[in-house]
């Protein structure tokens, strides 16, 4: 069964540090594109960051350019996100997904999605 899971979501003051991670289960991530979504509640699921399957090529939303960073580890089949200067406006469910085409911020290329993490930043 091809499975994502996400980790390392919490309640975390602004100005605060996280880091997700998504390990892969039943295939391996090395062959796909990994991004990172969010969705906070009455909003559109939006991109926040993908990587490509080598790593070699990385994609950022504005809002959190120079905040997050996306990393890769195919030797332990993982990806992570970390979270740096949160913002209350960071609050979401945050999910990654696995693409078998480029990196991009684009929800529909995207054919494996986990089941998200919830991130708050809030005093």
């Known amino acids: 069964q091809l499975q994502l899971v996400e980790s390392g979501g919490g309640l975390v003051q602004p100005g605060g540090s996280l880091r997700l991670s998504c390990a892969a289960s039943?295939?391996?991530?090395?062959?796909?594109?990994i991004g990172w979504f969010r969705q906070a509640p009455g909003k559109e699921r939006e991109g926040v960051a993908c990587?490509?399957?080598?790593?070699?090529?990385?994609n950022y939303a504005d809002s959190v350019k120079g905040r997050f960073t996306i990393s890769r580890d195919n030797a332990k089949n993982t990806v992570h996100l970390q979270m740096n200067s949160l913002k209350p406006e960071d609050t979401a469910v945050y999910y990654c997904?696995?693409?078998?085409?480029?990196?991009?911020?684009?929800?529909?290329?995207?054919?494996?999605w986990g089941q998200g993490t919830q991130v708050t930043v809030s005093s």
């Open positions: 997904a696995a693409a078998s085409t480029l990196c991009v911020l684009w929800t529909q290329m995207y054919d494996y």
């Open positions: 039943g295939f391996t991530l090395e062959h796909y594109a």
């Open positions: 990587i490509s399957s080598s790593g070699g090529i990385t």
